[in-house]
Every structure is written in C-alpha cells, then in structure tokens.
C-alpha cells in the first residue's frame, strides 16, 4: 500500500519540545505523531459509537415508558452527595 503524507503542522517551540523529551528510545517525532493522531481517532469513534448508544437506549426507554429524567436522576445524585457529605462530616467530627 502506498503512504500518503499529512499536512505540515505548525506549533508551538515548547509544545515541540514537550514533544521530543517524550518520546521513547528510538522513537521518532514523526512516529509519536502518528501514534497520537491515530489513538485520538480511535478515541473519536469509541466516543462516537458511546453517544450513539446512549441516544438509542434513551429512546427505547422512552418507547417502553421506563424513561427517567435527568432532572430526577440529577436529584437522586444529589440526596446521595449530601448523604454522603453529612455521614463524613460525622466520622470527621469524632474525637
């Protein structure tokens, strides 16, 4: 398969040289890029496919009536973080 070229990328001097310090022994610049190009691609689609999961069940949720707020859901969060905020004021509190 050929190789195709990406365009020049203008940075930085310190992001450039935050980058070379971290490369690992006989890496090159050019392969740290790629790797990171490609891992924030990979990163993308997970998080793409994530929200169109979430989107599908919310809207069979809704279709089977076991729909939940997030204004309710937010709420419950929120007795739970204060529940939990009182009981170690408490344990904090003892001598």
Known sequence: M???TLPALR????????AERAL????????LMEAAL???IDQRAAQQEFIARGLHFAQEARAQGQYISAATVVA???KKLAAAQRKAKRSTDKP
Request: aromatic residues 0%.
């Open 2 to 4: 050929k190789t195709a």
């Open 11 to 18: 940075v930085n001097p310190k992001l450039r040289d935050a």
């Open 24 to 31: 690992l022994p006989g890496e090159t610049l050019s392969k």
């Open 38 to 40: 490609e891992s924030h």
């Open 76 to 78: 419950k969060m929120e």
